[in-house]
């Protein structure tokens, strides 16, 4: 897991690889590609291969993604309600 202080707020970001993201969540890496496409899990910053997540968005993000699921919503729409479109 890799910290990032931002200079502006000071606040203490902890960013989470799509590896990570798969042990902790149990999620594929497939589906956090197709959620990174469909721009549901918004990357922060790209090193070589390693793409890397806002770990407290990430955790939100898919409680909210799992939560529209069960209600029936699909991920075209899930993606309206998060993004606001």
Same mark, same amino acid.
């Given at each position: 897991?890799?910290?990032?202080?931002?200079?502006?707020? *000071?606040?203490?970001?902890?960013?989470?690889?799509?590896? +990570?993201?798969?042990?902790?969540? *149990?999620?594929? @890496?497939?589906?956090?590609? #197709? @959620?990174?496409? =469909? *721009?549901?899990?918004? =990357? $922060?910053?790209?090193?070589?291969? $390693?793409?890397?997540?806002?770990?407290? +968005?990430?955790?939100?993000?898919? /409680?909210?993604?799992? #939560? =529209?699921?069960?209600? *029936? @919503? /699909?991920?075209?729409? !899930?993606?309206?309600? =998060?993004?606001? !479109?």
């Amino acid at each position: 897991m890799i910290r990032i202080i931002t200079k502006k707020s *000071g606040v203490d970001n902890k960013l989470i690889s799509a590896k +990570q993201i798969m042990a902790k969540y *149990g999620i594929t @890496y497939q589906t956090i590609n #197709h @959620y990174t496409d =469909l *721009g549901l899990l918004p =990357l $922060v910053e790209k090193k070589g291969n $390693v793409r890397f997540y806002n770990e407290k +968005q990430v955790c939100k993000r898919l /409680s909210k993604i799992k #939560h =529209l699921a069960q209600e *029936g @919503y /699909s991920l075209r729409l !899930i993606r309206k309600k =998060l993004l606001g !479109i």
